[in-house]
T-cell receptor
Framework: GNSVTQMEGPVTLSEEAFLTINCTYTATGYPSLFWYVQYPGEGLQLLLKATKADDKGSNKGFEATYRKETTSFHLEKGSVQVSDSAVYFCALSDSGGSNYKLTFGKGTLLTVNP | DSGVTQTPKHLITATGQRVTLRCSPRSGDLSVYWYQQSLDQGLQFLIHYYNGEERAKGNILERFSAQQFPDLHSELNLSSLELGDSALYFC????????????FGPGTRLTVT
């Protein structure tokens, strides 16, 4: 079955530091890959996505590249802000017919200190 | 604001009881997905409806059921509740079956005492 493995947290950084959160996946088909962000007390928000190999998703300074050869989709940001503190989830969607359910990693808590 | 609404925001109930969680998808979205978020299991897919029809089931207990109504809102029914059912329940909607992007509601936090 499909699975997503992302780095264990928590991750604590100082403002303006470089961020990497590793994510690898296992899928039977050709999945689409996503990063979702969950701020305290809120639902999940789609941060970025990539639907095929070598696609780069980007949003709000965050980037991730779909690497089929290494089955990875690592999240990066060059300079984090305090407002980026949240839980980040890597996820994949594999059609499996007509159902595009999401399979999530366990989440990585990021805390950015001023 | 994703455009997906869920009610209630919080629910506290006792073991053995039954509750109904409600979700209204974004305007125009035909697909509704339900997910459970718990500390030990993480985020898990429960069930998917498209335009009133069940399309797929995930790790959904037999005590749980769902439906999607003609106006496209969906309800998740949880019965014979156990302490372990305490979790955040999210619904998400997307345009159709062939749409990758899902938009999540704010969730319903269920506490079973």
């Amino acid at each position: 079955g499909n699975s997503v493995t992302q780095m264990e947290g928590p991750v604590t950084l100082s403002e303006e530091a470089f961020l990497t959160i590793n994510c690898t996946y296992t899928a039977t088909g050709y999945p689409s890959l996503f990063w979702y962000v969950q701020y305290p007390g809120e639902g999940l928000q789609l941060l970025l996505k990539a639907t095929k190999a070598d696609d780069k998703g980007s949003n709000k300074g965050f980037e991730a590249t779909y690497r089929k050869e290494t089955t990875s989709f690592h999240l990066e940001k060059g300079s984090v802000q305090v407002s980026d503190s949240a839980v980040y989830f890597c996820a994949l969607s594999d059609s499996g017919g007509s159902n595009y359910k999401l399979t999530f990693g366990k989440g990585t808590l990021l805390t950015v200190n001023p | 604001d994703s455009g997906v609404t869920q009610t209630p925001k919080h629910l506290i109930t006792a073991t053995g009881q039954r509750v109904t969680l409600r979700c209204s998808p974004r305007s125009g979205d035909l697909s509704v997905y339900w997910y459970q978020q718990s500390l030990d299991q993480g985020l898990q897919f429960l069930i998917h409806y498209y335009n009133g029809e069940e399309r797929a089931k995930g790790n959904i207990l037999e005590r749980f059921s769902a439906q999607q109504f003609p106006d496209l809102h969906s309800e998740l029914n949880l019965s014979s509740l156990e302490l372990g059912d305490s979790a955040l329940y999210f619904c998400a909607s997307s345009e159709g079956t062939f749409s990758y992007e899902q938009y999540f509601g704010p969730g319903t936090r269920l506490t079973v005492t």
